[in-house]
T-cell receptor
């Protein structure tokens, strides 16, 4: 069965410094992987998705993620954090059989001025 | 394009009362999902519809939760009677289809508080 593990429940960075949010997945098949962001009182918004094309995926707002099969990882990065990046981030794997979304437990990103 | 609409945005009820949530998906999206997101956790799928048929309701507590999608468009999720542990945000999402490449679009959610 597919699963995802988000390794940090909270991450704090200073504005202008790099962001790294870590996600490991477990899948018997070639997975579809997603990163979503959830701002307070807002719906989930797709940042980027990996669907077996390029392993380096670029998303919105300067975020990108690299699919590493050997490490079963799909970490989210951004070169320079902005105050508006403060939010909850979810790593998601799509179950290969049913295509159900399986969410990680989330990482809350705090950006310090 | 208009996004996924949900109402109400907030609801406070007492335990054993009933409550209903409404969702209007993006036009043309055949697949509709209801998720429950408990504070501090990721969303958990409750039920998935393909047009007006149920694809997966394995995680839906059927003794108290029910959902329908009339005419394959709007959907309602009902809880009767509510328990304290039902306090959560209920998210509706829709997608064009059900393949792993289909992005799900989420509504803003309904925050339910059961007292």
């Amino acid at each position: 069965a597919q699963s995802v593990t988000q390794l940090d429940s909270h991450v704090s960075v200073s504005e202008g410094t790099p962001v790294l949010l870590r996600c490991n997945y477990s899948s018997s098949y070639s997975p579809s992987l997603f990163w979503y962001v959830q701002h307070p009182n807002k719906g989930l918004q797709l940042l980027l998705k990996y669907t077996s094309a390029a392993t380096l995926v670029k998303g919105i707002n300067g975020f990108e993620a690299e699919f590493k099969k050997s490490e079963t990882s799909f970490h989210l990065t951004k070169p320079s954090a902005h105050m508006s990046d403060a939010a909850e981030y979810f790593c998601v794997v799509s179950d290969q059989g049913t295509y159900k979304y399986i969410f990680g437990t989330g990482t809350r990103l705090k950006v310090l001025a | 394009e208009a996004g996924v609409a949900q109402s109400p945005r907030y609801k406070i009820i007492e335990k054993r009362q009933s409550v209903a949530f409404w969702c209007n998906p993006i036009s043309g999206h055949a697949t509709l999902y209801w998720y429950q997101q408990i504070l501090g956790q990721g969303p958990k799928l409750l039920i998935q519809f393909q047009n007006n048929g149920v694809v997966d309701d394995s995680q839906l507590p059927k003794d108290r939760f029910s959902a329908e999608r009339l005419k394959g468009v709007d959907s309602t999720l009902k809880i009767q009677p509510a328990k304290l542990e039902d306090s959560a945000v209920y998210l509706c999402a829709s997608s064009l289809g059900t393949s792993g490449w289909n992005e799900q679009f989420f509504g803003p959610g309904t925050r339910l508080t059961v007292l």
